[in-house]
Every structure is written in structure tokens, then in C-alpha cells.
């Protein structure tokens, strides 16, 4: 039984009013997931968009900066139709009679992968360091991770709670997202390479807002409702054992990542700061949604995930002077293998429950037993 609570002013009191009008024209045909999957592409869609005209995050350090104007303001529509599709396909599983734990597993998996891309998509507003304005590529990896870790907090609570607190970050950085994409679009780039209060940049505020908002108001609150439903004796897991299982693999990953970007004999994250950040994002997504599926199924995660293992052996080769001048070669392969995995991981995971629970993922007509 899928539990959820919103408590966010900006999404009950503005957002959701206008989610309700949103979802009245869609046709009552089409299924919830396709509507998930059709956000989804529109983020992925977007992102090697931006990729194309910069791949290294240097673009936006320019003035005028080298992406069109166009893809900036259709960068802020995308986000805005993938933020609405994936509002709307939970309105819309009630609303069809269709909710099933493989849409609830298919839009939280997808949203696992989401986050990351909107961060990556994110970095090439504000462009890489140049020496005078722009982010670091280590403040980008820091900014990525604590995005991540504050989704896997909010599932890591449901897998104890039972109950998923949706996170007041998701809803805020949405909007922030949408007006950053504008702003540039319709000021320039330059807008993010002037200071705007007291000597600060948009993007050292926004840097300070996330970090203040994770370490001060988003983490506590989750540790606020674990402690609360020990109170209450609500917890699904007893023991602190079972439930601090699900955050092994993740901290690991965190570890194993962090060794590599400090320890690098070449600098990767600097010479490949798109493709590393890329693999991150893929690698915690598949952790999560490990951690998603565990949770619904009331079964123990493993403690640690098998893509750790391979990690090790590369990190270990990379920052030992191994793989000498192959180190972006390698980088380049398991990024690829990273990906195709997880794209075989989720593919598996939704046909099997298809066929289990008698459904077609992208279609609301029942299967036909055998």
C-alpha cells in the first residue's frame, strides 16, 4: 500500500491546484506510466541537447556564451512538462484505477535517475571555473552528491517508515530549475557571471542554499520522522542493524567515488567532469532503486551492492598508476557497462512485474492469461 505525505506550502497551496486542472485533459486511455516514461525522455532528450554544445561545461563561461538562446528556453519548457508528467501520473493511476507497485516502482526508479541528469543539465547554466566566475568541477561532484544523498534519505525513511515525506527540496528546485533556464534564455549568460549580493554569484548562493537546506532542514526532518515512528513503535525494522543496512552500499559508493576524484594520477574529474558525473548519477540510481524495490517488498537490501567490487578493482588501478594514460579510456568503458546495466536492471525488473501482476507497463488493457 503506497503511503505518501506533502506537506510543502509551495506544492499544496500552488502547484497541486494547478496540477488538478492539468491532469482533467488528459485522455483517460493512456496509462500512467506513459506518461512517467514520456517526462523522463523529455529530461534525457534535454540533457544530451545541452551536452551538444557542452560537453566539457565551458560554454556558459563565455560572453555571449555558445549555446543558442533556444535551448535554453526550450530547456525550461522540457523541465516544466517532465515536472508536470510526473505530478500528474500518480493523479492519473487514481483517477484510471490503475495504481499498481510496478507504477510506483517506475516512477520512483525513473525519478532516481532524474535527479542526477537535472543536476548535470543544471551545471552548464552556471559553466565551469574559469578562474573568475563559474563552479568548480568539485564543488559540481560535492553539489551532485548532496542532491543524491538527500533523495536516498527521503526512500531510506520509507524503507523504515513505511511512509515516503516527499522532500521540500523536489518541488523548490524545480522552480529554481525552470527560472534559471529562463533567466538565461531571455538575460544571457552573463547574468550568472556578475555578483549579486555582496560580492556573491547566483551560483555561490544557490551552493549555500542547497548544503544549508540539506544539512539544516531536510536530513534532520528525516531523522525527526524515523525517531518519531520509533516513538509511536511504527518502524518496520527493529533492530538499527536492519535499519541502517540500506545506507552501507550508498556510503560506500560515496567512498569509492571520492577516493578516485582526489586520488586521480590524471585529474579525471577534471579532464572528464560530464562523463564521471554521469556514471555517479547512474551508479546511485541503481543503488536507490535497489533500496526502492526492498521497501516495497519488505525484504533485506544486500549489503553490499555487486557493482561495488568492479568499482574497487578500477579505482584501485586508477589511483595506483595502473592504468597510466588509459585511466579516460576505462572511465569511458565502465560508464558505458555502468549504464547498460542498469538500463538491462530496470527493463528486467518491470517486465517481470508486467507478467506478475497480469499488465501491460504502457498500456491500461489487461493481459491475456495463458
Same mark, same amino acid.
Given at each position: 500500500?503506497?503511503?505518501?505525505?506533502?506537506?510543502?506550502?509551495?506544492?499544496?497551496?500552488?502547484?497541486?491546484?494547478?496540477?488538478?486542472?492539468?491532469?482533467?485533459?488528459?485522455?483517460?486511455?493512456?496509462?500512467?506510466?506513459?506518461?512517467?516514461?514520456?517526462?523522463?525522455?523529455?529530461?534525457?532528450?534535454?540533457?544530451?541537447?545541452?551536452?551538444?554544445?557542452?560537453?566539457?561545461?565551458?560554454?556558459?563561461?563565455?560572453?555571449?556564451?555558445?549555446?543558442?538562446?533556444?535551448?535554453?528556453?526550450?530547456?525550461?519548457?522540457?523541465?516544466?512538462?517532465?515536472?508536470?508528467?510526473?505530478?500528474?501520473?500518480?493523479?492519473?493511476?487514481?483517477?484510471?484505477?490503475?495504481?499498481?507497485? $510496478?507504477?510506483?516502482?517506475?516512477?520512483?526508479? *525513473?525519478?532516481?535517475?532524474? +535527479?542526477?541528469?537535472? %543536476? #548535470? =543539465?543544471?551545471?552548464?547554466?552556471?559553466?565551469?571555473?574559469?578562474?573568475?566566475?563559474?563552479?568548480?568541477?568539485?564543488?559540481?561532484?560535492?553539489?551532485?552528491?548532496?542532491?543524491?544523498?538527500?533523495?536516498?534519505?527521503?526512500?531510506?525513511?520509507?524503507?523504515?517508515?513505511?511512509?515516503?515525506?516527499?522532500?521540500?527540496?523536489?518541488?523548490?528546485?524545480?522552480?529554481?530549475?525552470?527560472?534559471?533556464?529562463?533567466?538565461?534564455?531571455?538575460?544571457?549568460?552573463?547574468?550568472?557571471?556578475?555578483?549579486?549580493?555582496?560580492?556573491?554569484?547566483?551560483?555561490?548562493?544557490?551552493?549555500?542554499?542547497?548544503?544549508?537546506?540539506?544539512?539544516?532542514?531536510?536530513?534532520?526532518?528525516?531523522?525527526?520522522?524515523?525517531?518519531?515512528?520509533?516513538?509511536?513503535?511504527?518502524?518496520?525494522?527493529?533492530?538499527?542493524?536492519?535499519?541502517? $543496512?540500506?545506507?552501507?552500499?550508498?556510503?560506500? *559508493?560515496?567512498?569509492?567515488? +571520492?577516493?578516485?576524484? %582526489? #586520488? =586521480?594520477?590524471?585529474?579525471?574529474?577534471?579532464?572528464?567532469?560530464?562523463?564521471?558525473?554521469?556514471?555517479?548519477?547512474?551508479?546511485?540510481?541503481?543503488?536507490?532503486?535497489?533500496?526502492?524495490?526492498?521497501?516495497?517488498?519488505?525484504?533485506?537490501?544486500?549489503?553490499?551492492?555487486?557493482?561495488?567490487?568492479?568499482?574497487?578493482?578500477?579505482?584501485?588501478?586508477?589511483?595506483?598508476?595502473?592504468?597510466?594514460?588509459?585511466?579516460?579510456?576505462?572511465?569511458?568503458?565502465?560508464?558505458?557497462?555502468?549504464?547498460?546495466?542498469?538500463?538491462?536492471?530496470?527493463?528486467?525488473?518491470?517486465?517481470?512485474?508486467?507478467?506478475?501482476?497480469?499488465?501491460?507497463?504502457?498500456?491500461?488493457?489487461?493481459?491475456?492469461?495463458?
Amino acid at each position: 500500500q503506497y503511503s505518501a505525505v506533502d506537506t510543502n506550502p509551495l506544492s499544496v497551496y500552488i502547484m497541486q491546484p494547478i496540477w488538478n486542472k492539468i491532469i482533467k485533459i488528459v485522455p483517460l486511455w493512456i496509462a500512467p506510466n506513459l506518461l512517467t516514461f514520456s517526462g523522463f525522455l523529455m529530461i534525457l532528450f534535454n540533457y544530451f541537447l545541452i551536452s551538444f554544445y557542452d560537453w566539457d561545461y565551458t560554454a556558459s563561461g563565455t560572453s555571449p556564451g555558445l549555446v543558442p538562446t533556444w535551448v535554453w528556453l526550450f530547456s525550461a519548457f522540457t523541465t516544466f512538462c517532465a515536472y508536470a508528467l510526473d505530478s500528474i501520473d500518480g493523479k492519473h493511476a487514481r483517477r484510471t484505477q490503475s495504481s499498481t507497485p $510496478l507504477g510506483e516502482l517506475f516512477d520512483h526508479g *525513473l525519478d532516481s535517475w532524474a +535527479t542526477s541528469i537535472f %543536476v #548535470l =543539465s543544471f551545471f552548464s547554466v552556471c559553466s565551469r571555473d574559469n578562474g573568475k566566475t563559474g563552479v568548480s568541477v568539485y564543488t559540481m561532484y560535492i553539489y551532485l552528491s548532496i542532491v543524491l544523498f538527500n533523495f536516498m534519505c527521503s526512500h531510506w525513511e520509507k524503507y523504515n517508515t513505511g511512509v515516503l515525506f516527499l522532500p521540500w527540496g523536489y518541488d523548490i528546485s524545480q522552480v529554481v530549475l525552470i527560472a534559471a533556464y529562463l533567466l538565461t534564455g531571455t538575460v544571457g549568460v552573463e547574468v550568472w557571471q556578475k555578483p549579486l549580493l555582496f560580492g556573491y554569484y547566483i551560483t555561490d548562493i544557490l551552493v549555500i542554499l542547497l548544503i544549508g537546506f540539506s544539512l539544516f532542514l531536510s536530513f534532520p526532518q528525516t531523522l525527526y520522522n524515523i525517531h518519531r515512528a520509533h516513538l509511536k513503535k511504527t518502524l518496520k525494522n527493529d533492530s538499527l542493524y536492519e535499519g541502517l $543496512l540500506p545506507l552501507v552500499s550508498p556510503l560506500l *559508493l560515496f567512498v569509492l567515488l +571520492t577516493v578516485w576524484v %582526489v #586520488l =586521480s594520477p590524471s585529474n579525471i574529474l577534471a579532464k572528464q567532469p560530464r562523463l564521471f558525473l554521469w556514471m555517479v548519477g547512474v551508479a546511485f540510481s541503481n543503488v536507490i532503486c535497489k533500496v526502492i524495490i526492498c521497501q516495497m517488498s519488505s525484504t533485506r537490501p544486500e549489503l553490499f551492492h555487486w557493482f561495488l567490487f568492479p568499482l574497487a578493482l578500477v579505482v584501485y588501478a586508477a589511483v595506483s598508476g595502473l592504468l597510466g594514460c588509459m585511466e579516460e579510456a576505462v572511465l569511458g568503458a565502465f560508464t558505458a557497462l555502468l549504464t547498460a546495466a542498469h538500463v538491462h536492471y530496470g527493463v528486467c525488473v518491470g517486465r517481470q512485474l508486467s507478467e506478475h501482476l497480469n499488465i501491460y507497463i504502457f498500456s491500461l488493457k489487461k493481459r491475456v492469461q495463458e
